[in-house]
């Protein structure tokens, strides 16, 4: 959260926890959204579980409408956070997350791409989106610092 604070250009969305439960935060607009369905205070809509997690639909569909829109922006940086389990099923992010990449690869979208992956699925994630030229970063950033 302290990393991107003084970027400029960037776009995309990180999912941190505040109080106990996973919010999104929007890079550019820098506004939380519910995201992890709070078992006291379950809004009436849609969910999406995968473990022990449970998270709102709504906040998926805006991640994908983030995404969409820093294609068209242009961004300088994307952030995807995070990559996971749902999207390789083609649920959770998807089908932006693989939209992203593949402009990516096709050189239709210029900016920097980051994707937040557990180590544990680093190999399938590369694998799954055909991902060839790549660089590994662990915990510290320094992209465009």
Same mark, same amino acid.
């Given at each position: 959260?302290?990393?991107? +604070?003084?970027?400029?250009?960037?776009?995309?969305?990180? %999912?941190?926890?505040?109080?106990?439960?996973?919010?999104?935060?929007?890079?550019?607009?820098?506004?939380?959204?519910?995201?992890?369905?709070?078992?006291?205070?379950?809004? +009436?809509?849609?969910? $999406?579980?995968?473990?022990?997690?449970?998270?709102?639909?709504? +906040?998926?569909?805006?991640?994908?409408?983030?995404? +969409?829109?820093?294609?068209?922006?242009? %961004?300088?940086?994307?952030?995807?956070?995070? $990559?996971?389990?749902?999207?390789?099923?083609?649920?959770?992010?998807?089908?932006?997350?693989?939209?992203?990449?593949?402009?990516?690869?096709?050189?239709?979208?210029?900016?920097?791409?980051?994707?937040?992956?557990?180590?544990?699925?680093?190999?399938? $994630?590369?694998?799954?989106?055909?991902?060839?030229?790549?660089?590994?970063?662990?915990?510290?950033?320094?992209?465009? %610092?």
């Amino acid at each position: 959260m302290q990393w991107p +604070a003084d970027k400029e250009h960037i776009s995309g969305f990180l %999912s941190p926890d505040v109080n106990g439960l996973r919010m999104l935060y929007d890079l550019k607009t820098r506004v939380y959204f519910p995201f992890q369905v709070d078992p006291l205070n379950i809004l +009436a809509e849609e969910i $999406v579980t995968i473990g022990r997690f449970t998270f709102y639909q709504s +906040a998926f569909d805006l991640g994908r409408r983030i995404l +969409a829109s820093a294609l068209e922006e242009q %961004s300088r940086l994307l952030v995807i956070d995070e $990559v996971g389990p749902l999207e390789l099923q083609g649920r959770g992010f998807e089908p932006m997350v693989g939209e992203v990449v593949r402009a990516q690869q096709a050189q239709q979208f210029k900016g920097d791409l980051l994707l937040v992956v557990r180590d544990g699925l680093l190999e399938e $994630v590369i694998k799954h989106y055909r991902i060839a030229r790549y660089q590994f970063l662990e915990k510290e950033l320094n992209i465009g %610092s």
